[in-house]
Nanobody
Framework: QVQLVESGGGSVQAGESLRLSCAAP???????????MGWFHQAPGKEREGVAG????????FYVDSVKGRFTISQDNAKNTVYLQMNSLKPEDTGTYYC?????????????????WGQGTQVTVSS
């Protein structure tokens, strides 16, 4: 498994921004064909859902419709870190955000396709 360390969560007002980080020391996923890393959101009492994915060394990015135009996923290969920039946050974005890696192929937003998960970071957005 891949060690993933998330950070950057917090409590903000609606309309504000946060940037989440996912450090993966020693994990050079970009060298693997069709490899992806993803950010997932789990609201209280709900299932974990994919919000953003970055694949094939950063050449492809994907977003769930609810975050398009507001969230941006990116990576810093030198730091082995993937980021999720979250702008114009809404109360429905509240929840725990998880970073995922060691993708087994298939749909990037399917949590069952990842072998490694971070511990999660809490995001709370107040109206």
């Amino acid at each position: 498994q891949v060690q993933l360390v998330e950070s950057g969560g917090g409590s903000v007002q609606a309309g504000e921004s946060l940037r989440l980080s996912c450090a993966a020391p020693g994990y050079i996923y970009k060298f693997y064909a069709n490899a992806c890393m993803g950010w997932f959101h789990q609201a209280p009492g709900k299932e974990r859902e994919g919000v953003a994915g970055i694949c094939t060394g950063g050449r492809s990015t994907f977003y769930v419709d609810s975050v398009k135009g507001r969230f941006t996923i990116s990576q810093d290969n030198a730091k082995n870190t993937v980021y999720l920039q979250m702008n114009s946050l809404k109360p429905e974005d509240t929840g725990t955000y998880y970073c995922a890696a060691d993708f087994r192929g298939g749909r990037w937003y399917d949590p069952g396709k990842y072998n490694s998960w971070g511990q999660g970071t809490q995001v709370t957005v107040s109206s």
